[in-house]
C-alpha cells in the first residue's frame, strides 16, 4: 500500500484513532528524499519510509488477584516464540525460571543477558516496596519482572502466565503490584478426613497462582494424628502421611513460596493422642471423661505434647507454629473448679492463691508458645484460647486466629485489636468449609466472600474499625471434616475452588472489584 499524499496531520490523526493501522508519512512539497535531484513524483513515493503498524494503548493483564496498578503503553505486547528464553539476571531466582520456562514450553539460558523475545527475571535493590512487591515490564518484544524479593518475582511470574493464558499476550507497558496482607491462604484438616500427598500438592499449585502464601495443616484431634511420628508412633493412625511425604510437600510449597504451618492443637482435641495414653484424660470428680481434653494439672501431659511440638517444628522449618487452644471442655462447665478440683488445685498452686482453672489453662497455651519460641517459631492459637479478667495474660507474640464468637464468654474481635494483638482472619461466618455442613454451617461460596467479606470482617458480618487495619495481618479460607465421608476429595477440591479464588482476590486487593461476579467467575476459568 502506497503512502497518502493527504497532510501529514490528518494521517496522524487517523493513526491514533485506529485500533490498529499503518503509519502514515507524506513528504511536503520540495522535501524529502529525492527533493531538488529532479526526481519525479512517483520516485519520490516510492523512496518513502515503509509503513509500520501503530497500536491503541494496551489493556490491563487480565489476572486473579487482578494487579493493582498497570501504566498502558501502544506496542504489540509480548508471547512466547521459537526463540524464545527465560533469563535469571541473579543465581537465586534460576528455580522461578525455569519453572516458567517449563510451564510456558521455552529455553532457560540461565544467567544470561536477555534478547528480543526473552523474559527476564530480576531483584532489585530493598527499600522499593515490600518482600512481595513486583514490576512486571513489557517492551520491546522482552518482559522484565523484578522485586527486591524471590517472592515477588515468582508472582510476578504468576502473573505473566495467567496473561497469556486469558489473553495470549502479555500486554505492553508497566504492572507495579504487591498484596494488601502477608498471610493469605487455606487451612486443611487432614486429622478428621485423611487427605493424599498427591491431593495437597495440588493445593499448593492452584494457591500459587492464586499468589496464596500460607497452607496451614490440622493433622491431630480427636479423631485422628495423620503424621508419622518418630517420639510418639502410638498415637499415629493407620491412615496417615509419612514424614517423607510431608518433607515432598513442604519443599514443593517453599519452591512456591508457600510456608506450611503444622498445628497440633492442645489441651482441647487431642482425644487421638489421650487414646493411647488414657490415664492423662481429664475426668471430673464423678470420673467421667472429657471427649478430647487432657488433664493438664499432670506435668506428663506437658511431656507428651511438648515432646510433640519439638518433633514438628524441625518437620515443619516455615517462621510459624499453631498450638490450638480452643474448646477446653473443662472451662465449658458452670463451675470448673468444683468439677475438676485438680486442676483448681494446680492453677493455685503455679499461678498464686487466686488463680483459677482459666489461669491454669491460659498459663497451658503460654508455655506451649514458649517451646515453640525456643524452637525460633511465631506460635499462633484460636481466638477463644485468649481470656480476660484472669491472673495470667496470653503472651503479646501470639498470634489470634480469629474464627468465631460463638464460645462461651466470646469475646469481640476488638477487644484482641484494642490489646495491640496481631491478628489473622478465619472467620466462620464466611470462610469455614465444614464437611457435612453441621451446626448451622453452610459450604460458604465464593460470590458471598467476593461480594460481602474483607479481612477487616472478622466476626459475623460487621467489619471493624479501619483503625485496626494494619494489626490485621491477613486470613485463610479453611476446611474442617467434622463429617469427613460427605465429599470425596475431588469434591472438596471443586467446592473450594472459587472461594479460594474470591479469598485470593480480596487479600490481595480488599477494595471493592472492578468485575462483577459473574465476570469474575469466567475469568477463573480462563486463567487456569
Known sequence: MSPSRAPLVAGAAVAVAAAVT??????????????????SASSRTSAAP?????????????????????????GPGWKPAKDSAVVAADPELADEAKL???????GYRGEKSARSGDVELALTASGKGGPESYTLKTEDNRVTISGPGEAGVFYGTRTLKQSLNTDSTVPEGVVRDTPDRPQRGLNLDIARKH?????????LREMADLKLNQLGLHFSDDQAFRIESDSHPEVVAEEHLTKAEVRRIVNLARSLHITVVGEIDSPGHLGAVLKAHPDLQLRNTQGTARQGAIDISKAESAEI?????REYAELFPGRWFHVGADEYQALTVS????????????????????ATVQDLTEGWLNDRAAVLREAEKIPKAWNDGFFSGGTVTAAEDIEVEYWTGKEIGARPPQEYLAEGRKV?????????YVLGEPNDFTYPTGERIYEQWTPLVLRGTEPVAARYSKQILGGRFAVWGDFP????????????RMPLNAVSQKLWDPQEPKLTWAQFEELADEVR
Open 335 to 354: 463451675d470448673p473448679a468444683a468439677s475438676y478440683p485438680q486442676l483448681a488445685a494446680a492453677a493455685r498452686e503455679k499461678h498464686g492463691d487466686g
Open 22 to 39: 499503518l503509519t502514515v508519512v507524506v513528504w511536503p512539497e520540495g522535501s524529502g528524499p529525492g527533493a531538488g535531484n529532479g526526481a
Open 305 to 309: 505434647v511438648d515432646d510433640l511440638l
Open 485 to 496: 465421608n460427605a465429599q470425596t476429595q475431588a469434591q472438596v477440591a471443586e467446592g473450594i
Open 50 to 74: 515503509s509503513p509500520t503498524r501503530s497500536y491503541p494503548l494496551s489493556t490491563t493483564p487480565r489476572t486473579i488477584p487482578a494487579v493493582r496498578e498497570h501504566t498502558a503503553a501502544r
Open 195 to 203: 487427605y493424599s500427598a498427591d491431593w495437597i500438592e495440588a493445593r
Open 424 to 432: 489473622i482472619n478465619l472467620n466462620d461466618e464466611f470462610l469455614y
Open 100 to 106: 516458567l520456562a517449563e510451564e510456558l514450553k521455552i
